[in-house]
């Protein structure tokens, strides 16, 4: 985390070429004017190159990625879609906007989608499952598609704190039957805004795409202003200056992976052997983008204190504990308040393994660009304070 770090001159050239090349922004039509150059066509190309996959469709948002895929899918009214417990709430809401109820599955100490507990929640109306691969660690991706063919569910990978990121040498996002990236300020590549679907089924990537497009099915046949249509959509298109900034921002994700993933280790192989601290499991590291460093306290005044002291320090940490309601559905009473189920019943204690495991956790940033001091500073800082109140 993340790509605005890298920010520069590839990016301002990038965005400067689409003014001096025609000045269009809008990703559809006017051709003679934009001399024949699509960028965000051409960035989703790139970006399917780069994962392996056929299909890649670039839009407004991550969250939009996410809706997109789901319509995709068939997800109506009444239907239910499984996701996890620990994911920001984005996830949740691209459930919510085609009717569809949410319903959460425990997390386990790798802090994405307990599989037991997944399979529990499974109904005759479960139509989807969204693992979520947060802070960039894969999610337990064999178990969940075995559970998911079992059942015959499809399958969305959110992986938009994840992009780059692999298991067992596959990237996340193409393991299931589409994947989602983000590309907004925080993510390891960004446009400000955007998001990606990356998907092998042609169908899901048509459908997602028209809907993405009001309905446009971009039939050759037609000019746009009569293009066929087999059903309503809505605007999530990209710009072609998210275009243009995602291909400067596309070459440097190697660079920002293999650094991430340095400075990581060097924190951690400097305080692993702290006593009452334990590191979050990852399914495969090899796999691991590097984007976040967590560990756990024993308990969630430990870990509260932990954080009040290293903000003391000029440190911060990264959704844990600092912006864990955004990231938590035992804080969303805006949203499961209004199942009776839930109804004045404590989150928290719905979700009790979640709960325990979130609050006493600690999620460091990792930074492409940390130097040497400031790595030094966080390995001391963490040695300092575990003694002090661990």
Known sequence: MPGYELIGKEEK???DEVFDEGGVLYRYGLDAKRRG???VDQFEKEV???VGSNYCLCVSHGTAALKLGLFALGIKSGDEVITQTFTFVATVEAILELGAKPVMAEIDNSLNMDTAD????ITPKTKAIIPVHMGGVSAKMDEIMTIAKKHNIPVIEDACQAMGGTYKGRYLGTIGNAGCYSLDIGKIITTGEGGLLVTNNKEIYLRAREYSDHGHEQNPNFPRGKDTRKFWGFNYKATELQGAIGLAQLKKIDYVL???KE???KIKDAVIEIKNIEFREIPDIDGDTGDTLIFFVEN???ANNFAKLLAERGLGTKNLPDAIDWHYAGAWNHIFGN????RGKDLNEVFAKSTELLRRAIALPIMVNMQEEQIDKIINAIKEISKQIL
């Open 13 to 15: 050239e990038a965005v």
């Open 339 to 342: 199942y009776p189920e839930f």
């Open 258 to 260: 293999q650094k991430q």
């Open 48 to 50: 399917a190159k780069k």
């Open 118 to 121: 997944l399979e529990k929640k």
């Open 263 to 265: 400075n990581k280790q």
């Open 37 to 39: 150059i699509f960028r």
């Open 300 to 302: 969630k005044d430990k």
